[in-house]
């Protein structure tokens, strides 16, 4: 898209406006219209000929030419609105507009004298064009908005047109019904409108201006009040916007409906275009803002600030001031939700696809944005949330977020993705279903770098919440406890564990009942309640089948005994935690397949220079905290010796000291302590015994 005459004429049309000291009027069309009307610039060559410097220089040096050029280009967009964009000059001078104004908008939202000047009325510019209109005028900013949301729905520019006609009886952009231009079929909308490509630029140039205009909120300062809403996303998504429902529809269809893969062609990604995976993600990323809105702005008295409580509530609904959290709590159809729930499963997909070409399928990136779309559809939508539970589909949610969560265990940069994967998981194990679904075998071989096993999902979830744990970064230590709760929330319902995951369970709380650890922190103690929970819960709900966690709780039964002989005084922590002890090597299983990782898998990115690689702060490596026993071939425990010596951890313990005696005598290990008995051994070995794979010598 344009000539270098064209870039050379819009570069000199910037140089003019940086180096003129006198306000250029707005009546100046002449020289206004070199920005937008004379040149056919793409984006890039908007971002490349207007830089960051000389936008700053305009806004301190000549304010009042920056104020012009930005109500000049809304004037434009409203303009082009208006008449439909019926010809190719007219849709050319709306696409520059809108390049000009997302390269200025972020400008002009940081310094903080200009953050009201979208929301001020332009004297003269009122609604008939007179000066006794200036009190009716619409501020900039709604003005701004209201154009793009006629131009998201405006025939032969963004979608396709119902008739086929001259200029002169092309249809009204104002007439029309704009739900019966609904980008994709889905839900609420059954016709699927034939394919674009140019439509499909020109949705994304409109939405990427949309994501601008909403952006105001990443320049503010913090503020712990939660009652300042952002007021474009507040506008646009209230009853103001005439299209705010197919826009919805159209937003969510066209992200649910998208398959990267197409026909499974190889290559077909490096030999064909794709023009609508950018408009997937720029419409994702505009859900996830509208939705936000009324997660903690909301004023609406039927609302308490979370909206868990009026998801399904049909009355009064949540946020009925958000249009967009109004519509998506009211989506009720099963065939609408196994719509989205198969769209936003196969995009979560993608990424685990397995092709015997290397590189031949097409890869998506946006997998953040869609783990946030899935948080916000099951968090304002309750009905959704019970028809993932009940269908063999979570399942298909589950890998993916797992792959994630150990994909990123390591990079700090992507601390945010291992929250929301978490709380989804943490949202999901709070119902028996999740539990239940877990049982299924696990069959489908994801490349993760985990311990190669035979078993189930459950197996998987505590396979790699244990990755997670032992070699995650240290700004993951907050989430330990919403992990071991996820364990706990679905341990009834577990009907077999293999060794594998059984070993895992057993290693973390050999590592978390340490006296070092126990008592160096003072919440430290509520990972040892968890892991105890979920060992209760297994051998009195599922003891039948989990044969492999009761051997390897008989095999580590020292472990419960300390705990059952914790000592409570402080004279006995203070000894333990000075006792200078240096851990031997690991010991090499040589039948175990624990350091074997699956297939094809490729170690977690490293974190960011500088970071800590262990996850329990200031303590030696997790795997270095245990293994100090080992059972012989009689079946007897031997304990291992340390060989030399370390020094003991720095900081002032007293709280953890002092704390000790209460929530010591609360940790419940009798279920499994009970397995101690000579009687109950009998009974656990002759449940293992024909266990020919259990690995240890």
């Known amino acids: 898209m344009g000539s270098a005459d064209s870039k050379l004429n819009f570069r000199k049309a910037v140089i ?18 070199q920005f937008w009307a004379d040149t056919a610039t793409s984006v890039q060559d908007v971002f490349a000929l207007v830089p960051a410097a000389e936008i700053r220089a305009v806004r301190e040096e000549s304010p009042s030419n920056l104020a012009t050029l930005c109500y000049k280009a809304v004037e434009k967009l409203v303009q082009g609105a208006e008449s439909g964009c019926h010809t190719e000059k007219e849709r050319q001078i709306v696409l520059n507009c809108c390049r000009l104004l997302t390269r200025i908008l972020p400008y002009i939202f940081e310094d903080p004298d200009w953050r009201g000047f979208f929301w001020s009325t332009v004297p003269g510019a009122g609604r008939g064009g007179g000066d006794e209109d200036d009190e ?6 709604e003005s701004l908005l209201l154009a793009v949301a006629d131009l998201l729905f405006c025939p032969d520019f963004t979608v396709q047109s119902h008739r086929r006609s001259t200029v002169d009886t092309a249809e009204d952009i104002h007439s029309i019904d704009s739900c019966e231009y609904i980008w994709e079929a889905g839900v609420g909308f059954a016709h699927s409108p034939q394919p674009n ?3 499909d630029l020109n949705r994304t140039e409109l939405l990427k201006l949309l994501l601008t205009c909403f952006s105001e909120a990443m320049y503010l300062p913090p503020s712990s009040d939660s009652s300042n809403a952002n007021p474009w996303v507040q506008f646009f998504c209230s009853t103001e916007n005439r299209h705010a429902l197919p826009l919805f529809t159209s937003l969510l269809n066209v992200v649910c409906a998208y398959d990267p893969v197409g026909y499974g062609i190889p290559y077909n990604h490096l030999l064909f275009s794709d023009y609508r995976e950018p408009l997937v993600e720029e419409a994702a990323q505009v859900l996830i803002v509208t939705l936000d809105y009324d997660s903690s702005t909301s004023s609406s008295p039927t609302v308490d600030g979370t909206t868990t409580g009026t998801a399904m509530d049909d009355v009064d609904p949540p946020g009925p001031d958000n249009l967009f959290v109004n519509y998506l709590s009211r989506i009720h159809r099963e065939e609408d939700f196994q719509f989205i729930l198969k ?8 990424p685990l696809v397995q092709t015997y070409l290397p590189n031949s399928a097409k ?3 946006f997998h953040q944005e869609l783990l946030v779309l899935f948080w916000k559809l099951c968090d304002f939508n309750k009905k959704f949330l019970f028809f993932v539970l009940k269908s063999s589909d979570v399942l298909d949610i589950l890998v993916p977020i797992l792959y994630f969560l150990n994909d990123a265990r390591a990079d700090q940069s992507r601390v945010g993705l291992m929250h ?7 949202l999901l194990s709070g119902e028996r279903n999740f539990g239940v679904r877990l049982n299924k075998p696990y069959s489908v071989r994801v490349p993760m770098d985990i311990p190669v096993f035979t078993g189930t999902h459950a197996d998987l979830l505590i396979i790699v919440f244990h990755k997670i744990i032992t070699s995650g970064h240290q700004r993951l230590q907050p989430l330990f406890d919403c992990l071991l709760t996820v364990v706990v929330n679905v341990s009834p319902y577990l009907k077999s564990l293999s060794m594998v995951a059984a070993n895992k369970l057993l290693h973390l709380l050999e590592a978390f009942s340490t006296t070092w650890f126990l008592f160096s922190a003072v919440q430290n103690h509520h990972l040892v309640f968890f892991l105890l929970e ?6 009195q709900y599922q003891f039948d089948g989990n044969s492999n966690l009761v051997y390897a709780v008989i095999r580590k039964r020292n472990v419960f005994h300390q705990l059952a002989n914790l000592p409570t005084d402080s004279q006995s922590i203070q000894k333990g935690l000075q006792r200078k002890k240096r851990p031997p090597e690991p010991i090499s299983r040589t039948n175990s397949q624990d350091g074997v990782s699956m297939e094809g898998s490729r170690p977690a990115a490293p974190a960011e220079p500088g970071t800590l690689k262990t996850s329990l702060v200031a303590t030696p490596g997790i795997d270095k905290l245990t293994e ?9 425990m031997r304990s291992l010796e340390p060989e030399s010596s370390q020094p003991p951890p720095e900081g002032n313990l007293s709280s953890a000291v002092s704390d000790g005696e209460p929530w010591s005598g609360k940790l419940d290990g009798d279920t499994a302590l009970k397995l101690d008995r000579p009687n109950d051994k009998v009974v656990a070995a002759n449940i293992v015994k024909h266990d020919c794979c259990l690995g240890f010598q």
């Open 534 to 539: 979920v060992f209760n819960n297994i051998i």
């Open 363 to 365: 890869k998506i990136q």
């Open 136 to 141: 009716n005028a619409r501020p900039l900013a």
């Open 16 to 33: 003019q406006l940086t180096t003129k000291t006198q306000p250029v009027e707005a009546t100046d069309d002449a020289f206004w219209d």
């Open 343 to 350: 769209g936003v499963a196969r995009l979560l997909s993608n």
């Open 197 to 199: 490509y140019i439509h």
């Open 628 to 636: 100090k026993s080992q059972v012989s071939e009689d079946g007897t």
């Open 420 to 426: 929301i994967g978490v709380f989804i998981l943490l």
